[in-house]
């Protein structure tokens, strides 16, 4: 008996479902505008028909005001036009996408199916594919992240998934790159040096043939400043030539000096001896400044740089290859033909421009005329003279975002 009421009363309970199922109501209207969810493990996009770029080439972006640009290296068949908020992208007189400064406005709307990351020093980058269900779009979003001049910057590229095939994705992703418009003049990176009265110079032979200390002299004097000069020049001199100078040192630990610019690294086991050399100016309450001369060893430079963080490095001797470079300036305006190709006068007006515009926090104004003819430098170093900037990249070829301070 107690099996039969069992039995009917599972019945009962499975035709009671069964009946509420079949009355409840379908509340998906037929007009219903609703976003459907996306399957993020769904691969169909693998199968879109993907455009091969003929070749590539690199675009330049920058905010204004900002000493770095962006470079990105995309499919030479797209062409940027200015928008607000950044440039429209197209192919072939189709718009295709956009590149906009920091985050795309409609990131929100968009499902991510895939991702991937890349990093070096100066910027960071972000890639998705991601879909629209709204309207079935499948695209690439590109995200970029850098500093500048102590400024966070960022900007996003997207395109439709049909633009990009593997090496295209790859380039993006990878090769984006921060570009210094101009070198650094290191204005004021020795200002905290109140008011010196009395600077040295160590170094080789390329000291006395450069002129340095009688440019530097002149300079002073014809601005205004009080401050002395004392260049030494010793041939084939290291930094241990001047830290096993008995009197040197003594006159460097009793006060001597106010700034102190040490050459003579051309090996790395000269490194070491810096700390000689950087106990000494403590001593003597002076300020040690690397002053790397045209000759020295790039290798042993950028050791020094690294151990040695807390010094600053005034690179003459890079200061001198980008003039050469950058302005396609002879190496023979700077050096004379000799075995050692010893740096000239001009040479030695650029250490001391770069010493000067350090301390004082600007450019010299007076002319000179007894150690170099400021006409001859006016004419050789054209707005280097004013600004202490060279111009690594062409202004006419930076795209600048609309809407940057």
């Known amino acids: 008996m107690k099996k039969n009421i069992k039995k009917t009363l ?5 035709l009671f479902s069964v009946l509420l199922s079949a009355c409840k109501r379908d509340t998906t209207s037929p007009d219903d505008t609703s976003t459907p969810d996306i399957d993020i493990n769904d691969t169909a996009y693998e199968t879109i028909e993907r455009y091969d770029a003929v070749d590539y080439s690199s675009h330049h972006f920058a905010f204004r005001g900002d000493n770095h640009a962006l470079r990105l290296s995309v499919p030479s068949e797209w062409s940027f036009t200015e928008q607000s908020g950044g440039y429209d992208i197209s192919r072939d007189g189709e718009r295709l996408g956009a590149l906009v400064a920091g985050e795309a406005a409609d990131a929100d709307s968009w499902q991510i199916l895939k991702s991937d990351t890349a990093s070096d020093k100066d910027v960071t980058m972000q890639m998705s594919i991601e879909a629209s269900g709204a309207e079935g779009e499948v695209r690439y979003r590109y995200y970029y992240q850098y500093k500048t001049d102590g400024k966070q910057r960022s900007a996003t590229l997207t395109v439709p998934c049909s633009e990009v095939n593997d090496f295209t994705e ?3 992703l990878m090769t984006a790159m921060v570009s210094p418009l101009s070198t650094d003049s290191n204005i004021g990176v020795l200002s905290h040096v109140s008011s010196p009265t009395s600077i040295a110079i160590l170094g080789n032979s390329f000291i006395n043939s450069s002129s340095i200390g009688s440019i530097l002299g002149e300079m002073l004097q014809r601005n205004g400043k009080n401050c002395s000069v004392d260049a030494k020049s010793r041939g ?9 100078d008995t009197a040197l040192m003594n006159n460097i630990r009793s006060g001597k000096y106010d700034l102190v610019f040490i050459c003579g690294l051309y090996a790395t086991d000269e490194v070491s001896n810096l700390d000689i050399l950087k106990s000494a100016c403590k001593t003597g309450g002076a300020e040690l400044v690397i002053f790397p001369a045209h000759n020295e060893s790039s290798g042993a430079i950028s050791s020094a740089k690294g151990k040695y963080s807390d010094i600053v490095c005034l690179d003459w001797k890079s200061e001198i290859d980008e003039l050469m470079s950058e302005r396609n300036m002879s190496v023979w305006d700077f050096c004379v033909d000799d075995q050692h190709r010893h740096s000239k006068p001009l040479a030695g007006y650029v250490g001391a421009h770069m010493i000067y515009r350090a301390i004082y926090g600007t450019v010299p104004s007076a002319s000179l005329y007894s150690s170099i ?7 050789m170093l054209g707005d280097y003279v004013k600004t202490g900037n060279i111009s690594l990249l062409d202004t006419d070829i930076i795209k600048y975002f609309a809407n940057a301070e």
């Open 170 to 172: 790859k380039r993006l």
């Open 373 to 379: 003819s400021q006409d001859y430098v006016n004419s």
């Open 10 to 14: 599972i019945a009962f309970i499975l």
């Open 236 to 244: 084939y001199a290291r930094v241990s030539t001047y830290t096993s």
